[in-house]
T-cell receptor, first 112, second 114 residues
Framework: EPEVTQTPSHQVTQMGQEVILRCVPISNHLYFYWYRQILGQKVEFLVS????????KSEIFDDQFSVERPDGSNFTLKIRSTKLEDSAMYFCASRSDSYEQYFGPGTRLTVT | GESVGLHLPTLSVQEGDNSIINCAYSNSASDYFIWYKQESGKGPQFIIDIRSNMDKRQGQRVTVLLNKTVKHLSLQIAATQPGDSAVYFC?????????????FGQGTILTVHP
C-alpha cells in the first residue's frame, strides 16, 4: 500500500538555525499539508498546498515558515530561524480528490 | 500560566467488548468530521468520516454518530481488539475552509486488555 514518507525521523538543531523537513507524498495525490503536534498537545494545522501554491495557512505559519514542492515528488517545510517553541512532531499529509488524508510518520524536531 | 500538556481522557476495555469514544466539537458551522487513530510514534490514521448532513455512518467494526444539536460526535468500535489500543481523536472542518484545515480534539486513550 502506498504511504507518505518523511525524513529525517528526528532532527536536532540549535536555536536560530534553519531546518528543512522533507516529505514524499503519495504519488498521485494532489493536496499536501503540514501539521505539528507539540508533545502532549493537540495536532495543529499549519498549511495546505495545492497546484503549486499555498491554499490556506494558520496563524502559526508566519514568515519563518515556507513550503516548497521542488520537484514532482518532494514536499518540504522550511523553518528559517528555529525557536525553542518550534520543538514538536511535524506531520506531512496528502490526499487525492477524496477527503481521506494520509499522514506520514512524522519528524520529531528538537530545538536546543 | 504555561500549558504543560493535556491530560487525556482514558478508556479501558476488555478484548471483545464494544468501545464508545466521545468528542464534543466546538463550531456549529463545521460541516465535516473525521475520527483518527494515533498509535505511539506514528502519524494519525484515518478511521472514518461523516458529513454534517448525516447522523450516522458505518464502516468495518466502526460507527460514527453525529448529534448536531449538542455538537457531539461519537465513535463506536465493535468487538474491540488489543490492536485497537491507541489515542483516538476527532477533527472538524468549518464550513467554507479547505478539507485540510482541520481543528483537532484532544484525544482519548483507549487501552484494550486481552
Amino acid at each position: 500500500e502506498p504511504e507518505v514518507t518523511q525524513t529525517p525521523s528526528h532532527q536536532v538543531t540549535q536555536m536560530g538555525q534553519e531546518v528543512i523537513l522533507r516529505c514524499v507524498p503519495i504519488s498521485n495525490h494532489l493536496y499536501f499539508y503540514w501539521y505539528r503536534q507539540i508533545l502532549g498537545q493537540k495536532v495543529e494545522f499549519l498549511v495546505s498546498f495545492y497546484n503549486n501554491e499555498i491554499s490556506e495557512k494558520s496563524e502559526i505559519f508566519d514568515d519563518q515558515f515556507s513550503v516548497e514542492r521542488p520537484d514532482g515528488s518532494n514536499f518540504t517545510l522550511k523553518i528559517r530561524s528555529t525557536k525553542l517553541e518550534d520543538s514538536a512532531m511535524y506531520f506531512c499529509a496528502s490526499r487525492s480528490d477524496s477527503y481521506e488524508q494520509y499522514f506520514g510518520p512524522g519528524t520529531r524536531l528538537t530545538v536546543t | 500560566g504555561e500549558s504543560v500538556g493535556l491530560h487525556l481522557p482514558t478508556l479501558s476495555v476488555q478484548e471483545g467488548d464494544n468501545s464508545i469514544i466521545n468528542c464534543a466539537y466546538s463550531n456549529s458551522a463545521s460541516d465535516y468530521f473525521i475520527w483518527y487513530k494515533q498509535e505511539s510514534g506514528k502519524g494519525p490514521q484515518f478511521i472514518i468520516d461523516i458529513r454534517s448532513n448525516m447522523d450516522k455512518r458505518q464502516g468495518q467494526r466502526v460507527t460514527v454518530l453525529l448529534n448536531k444539536t449538542v455538537k457531539h460526535l461519537s465513535l463506536q468500535i465493535a468487538a474491540t481488539q488489543p490492536g485497537d489500543s491507541a489515542v483516538y481523536f476527532c477533527a472538524e472542518k468549518p464550513h467554507g475552509t479547505s478539507y485540510g484545515k482541520l481543528t483537532f480534539g484532544q484525544g482519548t486513550i483507549l487501552t484494550v486488555h486481552p
